[in-house]
């Protein structure tokens, strides 16, 4: 099997969208990508996480097409494909439909540097127009978007992580979904009070060695 442990992955983190509540159903996607081999691996299309296993997860080139696997892949494969062809710097994207990062997602509202763990994404996350899901007009919109961050909210659809390897691309949507119900929560209330650039640099600063870093196998 192709890229064993790179879809063991997409099927524990992509459990982990709903059991975190950061999506419903079958919704959003999740891949993970083999720099070394120039080969991805890909949650497929429309599948109850539930009950997917390895064999399920899609193996896809850079080209998009299929090199193991016998179901459809996810019908966002450009979103991650554009990612991984791109920057050198993402190895993991999680695309998910979580409620406070759609909710601003629909009022076409970026984040701003509300809250310090919106570092976990960069400075501060941007908001895409609308663009048809499914599109490759949809990933090179996320791709500038994204741009010189590790996340960005899709306009009237949802959002989009990305990092150096799983663990950090789901942790950067998990603290992304949280800032955006912050600043949700806020705005209900008054005007929140941002964070200056100083402090954000510094954060930056602490974000560049967060976490524990374990080989993959």
């Not at 997860?57 to 062809?85: C, F, Q, T």
């Not at 960005?152 to 998990?174: Q, T």
Request: glycine share 10%.
């Amino acid at each position: 099997m192709k890229l064993k442990y790179e879809r063991e992955q997409v099927v524990h983190f992509c459990k982990e969208l709903v059991n975190k509540n950061l999506t419903t159903g079958t919704g959003g996607n999740i891949s993970v990508f083999n720099r070394e081999q120039g080969l991805f691996a890909l949650s497929p299309s429309g599948m109850d996480y539930f009950i997917m296993d390895d064999e399920d997860v899609v193996v896809l080139d850079l080209d998009g097409n299929i090199v193991d696997g016998s179901l459809k892949p996810s019908v966002e494969l450009d979103l991650h494909r554009v990612m991984y062809a791109g920057r050198e710097d993402i190895n993991a994207v999680v695309h998910a439909h979580s409620v406070y990062a759609t909710t601003l997602a629909v009022l076409r509202l970026g984040v701003p540097a509300c809250h310090y763990l919106i570092g976990f994404c960069g400075r501060d996350v941007r908001c895409t127009e609308y663009v048809d899901f499914g599109t490759s007009d949809l990933a090179e919109v996320a791709f500038e978007g994204m741009k010189d961050r590790y996340g960005v909210l899709l306009g009237n659809h949802g959002l989009l992580a990305g990092g150096a390897d799983i663990s950090y691309a789901f942790s950067a949507a998990e603290e992304l979904e949280f800032v955006c119900q912050v600043y949700y929560r806020a705005k209900c209330i008054g005007e929140p009070i941002l964070l200056s650039d100083e402090n954000m640099t510094s954060a930056l600063a602490k974000f560049k060695g967060y976490g524990q870093k374990k080989l993959m196998k």
